[in-house]
């Protein structure tokens, strides 16, 4: 008689679960001991030094300074500003932020001291001019901001050197793994001169601080023990003995903290438990310990990384991943009530590719709710911590394209974070993060179905096509039929369908950061050109459909992938730097190059060779201003539909109305349409009309002002700029 399989092989062990997991550290008491392992070495009576000192790096100061502030402002617009923010109306942080890094001192030294922003979002980009300019005056706000989002706004206190300081990086550096960069970047640069600050936690009684303050020492490079001679021999003495024991194996107990219950909204047992690796699931209380841990704040000083970190080693990544996505769809479920932080939170440590596409929708819509500006913040964090290219490209699509200002203006600070964090230019980034999809060296993709494959090439759009093995084209991929191999047919089929939906959120964008780039001048090096652009299996697919620049030289990438000029003829590779040419720039080649584009039939991704030229009739714009557009009364939707490529919405004034809108060519320079009635904020169709009164070319944006014109201004522009000016003003009235 056979025996039943239970009874056959014997069961397996149970997985055991992280100790974190079983009792919170919120929940243990650690014993009266140093919660390292050493033994405390105890100084009574030590003060850290007093005062506040900035130690600016070699350019630091004035590269902070240099950093543009949010939204501009005009010498007689200040005293009206300065008000504004007293009395509240502007209440939107990085506008408020820029009013302190540009006005007049007597006006911002003031209302600097008494500035409360409540920010959740990375702020270090806004405070760095402030700081440049006021340096310890900007102390408090900055320390604020810095405590709350260690990672985002950290950097700001990056020239800071104090107690408070030293004593807050120190607690970064043991206990928070998104700040431990920033904490040994923070000592390396002060090194030696952070030791002062140190020692009086280091040798005192109180556990936490002590532990923190030991730990900084320990990566200190230099003579510690002599740098702690400051607070005398015995002092000196301790140190040198901390150092020398061995460092600590373990995080210790925390303090007691009873965290907020759950919210009510949340029904544990609706959502799918976490999959243990050994077979079984996450129990209950371990995964309401793991949420709770996600609600832990950053200022308890507890150390929930075991908590989170026990989880992913238990747990099957995926079954995390569901679990954190089911828990935010019940979330929004309940309409997304607040105090629901953690929701977010999971998805950031918990999510994948998949969920930052998911998530990037909800994002873009946000902002459109009540209170959804925070929480689509929230959600560019989520993206920037699941990391990787997929979801770098959603922030990378969010910052050119979302229709929300403060959004689009937080997401592109973001990208530029993260694209700085590499060394590199936001648009260099841009060009790391297009996706390959898996194409082969010849930019195709082959499916096979066994008896049948097909080859998925694409249009000038990205859109895919399909042509079958005699390379007649199809509408589209057929179903998988009975001659087909019943494995290999529908993987292929299943691999389409989402090429395609991959592609949606990915075509729009490069199509639009390519015109973008026509239109800025943008310029790839060499070497850039041959890997991201002419090399990327699916950018290869643009760039043979557009005509190009090297110097003075324009050619096309052919079908082979080597370069021809405008009569056809090879052309040698670019050694100089590469853009993408405007008609304007193409001279008496534009015809040749119009003629060859259509004998081959090559259908553009965007309006170039056939691009309207516009410029200017002589003596136009000398005053300053284009009256020819001034008086004319345009849809107000049409003017919104500027925001889509380089115009930008002003400054809300009284009753959140905007009353201009603004194209920033350079540095102090900016076309400007003054706008009557104006375009309320979050009723844009108040008034579905604007009356344009003044078209005018000055130093900023903002109400029109004679005295801020820029005489003979237009006639300083690049001619692409001035004819995709007069392009778009033309584009109001068509």
Known sequence: MELPQALREPPQAPLELPHALLEPPWAARGPAGTPSGDEPVLVAG??????????WAPGEREEWAATPPYGPWQDDEWEEAAETFRDGRGAYEPGRAGFLAGAPEHLARPLLAEWQPKVTWDFAHSLRPIVARFETDAWDVSFRLAKQNPYGTGPVLMPFLSADVARLVADWLYRLKSAQRLAADWF????????????????GKRVGPRRNAVNALRTIKGDVAEAARVHGDEAAAAVAALLAAAPPAAAPAQPPYKPPPLPAWLDLGALPAPALKGGGELPPEAIRTLLLAMTVPNGRGIDVAPVVDGA????????????????????????????????????GRFGDDETARRLTPRIEKWPGLPGGHGRAVHGLGVLVEIGGDTALTQLDGIARKVKYKGLKAEAQRRLAFAAERRGLTSDQLSDRLVPGFGLDDGGALVLDYGPRRFTVGFDEQLKPTVADGNGTARKTLPKPGAKDDPDLAPAAYKRFAELKKELRAVASVQVARLESAMVTGREWTAAE???????????????????WLSGDRSFRVAEDLTFADPNDDAAEPPESAVRIAHPVELGDTLDAWSELFGDYAILQPFPQLGRPVHALAAGEGADGRLARFEGLTVPTGRLLGLTRTAWRRGAPQDNGTEHWMSWTLAPNVAVVLDL????????????PEQTIEHVWIGTSAGDY???RVIENGFADLDPVFVSELLADLTSLTA
């Open 46 to 55: 030590l003060e850290p030094p007093g005062g506040r000192a900035i130690r």
């Open 188 to 203: 390396g640069r002060h090194g030696l001169d952070a030791v002062p600050h140190l020692v009086p936690d280091a040798l």
């Open 312 to 347: 992913a080693e238990v747990c099957e990544p995926g079954s995390l991943t569901a679990f954190s996505w089911a828990l935010f769809e019940a979330w929004e479920a309940a309409r997304l009530p607040g105090r629901s932080g953690f929701v977010l939170s999971m998805l």
């Open 529 to 547: 050109f041959g890997e991201y652009v002419v090399g990327h299996p699916l950018m290869r697919h643009l760039a043979r459909r557009l005509v």
């Open 676 to 687: 009557e009635p104006g375009i309320t904020v979050g009723y844009t169709d108040l008034y």
């Open 705 to 707: 002002a004679p005295s």
